[in-house]
């Protein structure tokens, strides 16, 4: 599950130590946007440190490495790709197939090298440009690798040339296209940050939003974040026994040889079983 | 004497300064700051063993600590003397 993957600075060794305890269900180490210029040499020394000896419990650990057009993104994957606790890489402005590309065939090399099984790293790619949104499927089946795509959310403002709004508008549009991409491709579309930390409400909002478009989870930049995110993606009670009764109808229906059957009045068929099946697997309740 | 500096004096971190030593004279380490008292011959033992390994000769460390881990520690001192030595 991905619902919340929370962002750590990578030179704040407070968060890096105990940013995995507020119960996110991944930590994104960052050498990027949190990071000064004249700070990148120490933080990727210290995340690779923490990638080596560090503790973050079962959370699925990347690191947002800084983008392709810049000097140091190299030196990120080569100080933290040999550490064990690495699950993936989370790349900023990836606007085209082949920046996966370029990826892919950068920690092919670092893999081979660190006696690392081939394609195990995985990539979660942050669509930051209307180019990166315009080729979101592209990008989505460039490279078996790439577990997720997420749009940005104040670059990609600015390359739209518009303003934050309240109810997000000017994202809508790229949000629709990026889960079509994402479902269609078969990797996890997964939203941007909300920026304001202490407006639960329009956290609550915007969450509640983007799971209706279909998104698997959302990026946080705050502990407090977690628990409201969480709150809307986790199927309500009423929503697992719903699901339940779907599932065991569908069985039942199954041994007598039947292919829909009706619960509640409504009918069951293979779609209805899916989203319950769904339902059952965000509750932790089906593998 | 070159010098560089690794590290904040922010809550569980530590800013490590090093200095070039004359040929010979060995590290030095001198350690202030909230675990000083406490950890010092643990956070020594750190410092040593990670100059050992980046194979680092003939230094003065200063460390002002405010609650940094070994982990934390072994890094600043690491990013210090790469950047000591001009290393990215």
């Known amino acids: 599950m991905r619902r919340t993957m929370l962002y ?42 923490f990638l080596e000896q560090g503790e973050f419990g079962d959370r699925e650990v990347t690191v947002r490495i800084n983008g392709v057009d ?5 030196d990120d994957l080569a100080a933290i790709v040999p550490m064990k606790r690495l699950d993936g890489v989370r790349a900023p402005k990836v606007d085209g197939p082949e920046t996966v590309k370029i990826l892919d065939e950068e920690l092919s090399i ?43 959310g104040e670059d990609l403002r600015a390359d739209l040339r518009t303003e934050r709004s309240d109810d997000g508008t000017e994202l809508e549009w790229a949000r629709r296209m990026l889960v079509f991409a994402a479902r269609a491709a078969g990797v996890d579309p997964l939203d941007t940050v ?51 009764k779907i ?26 079983v899916k989203r319950a099946e769904y339902t059952l697997i965000r509750a932790g309740l089906l593998a | 004497m070159k010098t560089s500096q690794a590290g904040t004096l922010e809550s569980m971190d530590c800013l490590v300064t090093l200095e070039e030593a004359p ?24 410092i040593t063993e990670t100059l050992a390994a980046l194979e680092a000769k003939d230094l003065k460390v200063t460390v002002q600590d405010n609650g940094a881990l070994d982990i934390v520690l072994g890094a600043r001192v690491e990013a210090a003397y790469k950047r000591l030595k001009g290393a990215k």
């Open chain 2, 23 to 46: 040929s010979g004279a060995g590290v030095s380490i001198e350690i202030t700051g909230a675990s000083a008292a406490r950890f010092k011959s643990a956070m020594e033992k750190k």
């Open chain 1, 110 to 152: 670092l893999e081979d090298k660190n006696g690392i099984p081939q394609g195990k790293l995985k990539l979660f790619c942050l669509l930051e440009t209307a180019k990166g949104i315009w080729n979101a499927y592209d990008i989505a089946t460039a490279s078996p690798r790439v577990a997720a795509i997420i749009p940005g």
């Open chain 1, 8 to 49: 750590l600075p990578g030179n704040n060794p407070n968060m890096l130590t105990r940013g995995w305890l507020f119960g996110s269900d991944g930590v994104i180490l960052d050498l990027e946007d949190a990071v000064a210029m004249s700070e990148k040499d120490t933080a990727r020394i210290l995340v690779s440190r």
């Open chain 1, 247 to 272: 599932i065991a109808a569908a069985k039942e229906a199954a041994e007598r040889g039947q292919g829909a059957v009706s619960v509640d009045g409504k009918m069951v068929d293979v779609p209805v």
């Open chain 1, 194 to 244: 909300y920026s304001r930390v202490t407006d639960d409400a329009g956290l609550r909002r915007e969450t509640e939003f983007i799971k209706q478009l279909g998104f698997a989870g959302k990026s946080v930049i705050h502990p407090n974040q977690i628990a409201i995110v969480h709150d809307v993606f986790n199927p309500t009670e009423a929503e697992i026994a719903k699901a339940q």
């Open chain 1, 70 to 74: 810049t000097e140091y993104w190299r």
